[in-house]
């Protein structure tokens, strides 16, 4: 399976949404897949089916509605963002398939760590215990996915304080940098884009 990494990063997010529609529109038979990295100035977002009452108090924080799955989430500055624009139809895969593959490649990842993790099946996102370290928002249009997954590595958690993260009304979240000290934002997205590529692989032959 063929992948183009690009780095992005430090970026707005709205400018990066609009990016990622433009480049799945304008995409052909013939396009490479892609795989964004990139971090995010702080804004919460609302996936299609986003309620209202699950933006407590957002205070300054912009929140701005997308067209992914999923219910409210927060980015910000120390959490690794990774997009995956790819032709699933092209390659095979199922969309259970690909949230499967990016939870698998998240919990391999924290492995590395030596950092014990899990998938939910009745709420997709990766798990340290009950709090949740990554969540996953995708939306796939005539085969081909945008948006991807958010892993907290080294940020400012209280942002979450303020919103029911994912539609879960008293969910806690973590971060890499309270399980470990070792969290630097490019070494942790090397380790996470490997084995994102092997189990996109895998995925694609099974």
């Known amino acids: 399976m063929q992948l183009t990494v690009r780095q992005l990063g430090r970026r707005p997010y709205a400018e990066v949404f609009d ?18 990295v990139t971090e995010h100035d702080p804004v919460f977002t609302q996936g ?55 939870e698998d490649a998240i919990v391999a990842c924290l492995e590395g760590y030596q950092i014990e993790a899990a998938a939910r099946r009745d709420a997709p996102g990766v798990y340290v215990g009950e709090k949740k370290i990554a969540s996953l928002g995708l939306r796939i249009r005539r ?20 919103i029911n993260p994912c539609g879960m009304q008293g969910l806690e979240v973590t971060q890499l940098a309270d399980l470990t000290d070792q969290t630097n934002l490019g070494e942790v997205g090397g380790s996470l884009l490997a084995h994102l590529t092997r189990t996109l692989e895998q995925a694609a032959a099974d």
Not at 78 to 99: K, S
């Open 48 to 102: 299609q089916a986003g309620k209202a009452e699950h933006v407590l108090f957002p205070g300054e924080i912009p929140v701005l509605q997308t067209d992914r799955g999923g219910q409210v989430t927060y980015h910000g500055p120390g959490q690794l963002v990774v997009y995956l624009l790819l032709d699933i139809r092209r390659a095979g895969i199922t969309p259970r398939g690909l949230v499967s593959a990016i």
């Open 143 to 162: 085969g081909r996915s945008y948006h991807g997954l958010s892993f907290n590595i080294d940020m400012d958690l209280e942002p979450f304080n303020r």
């Open 19 to 36: 990016e990622m529609r433009g480049f799945t529109e304008s995409r052909t038979a013939d396009s490479i897949d892609e795989l964004w």
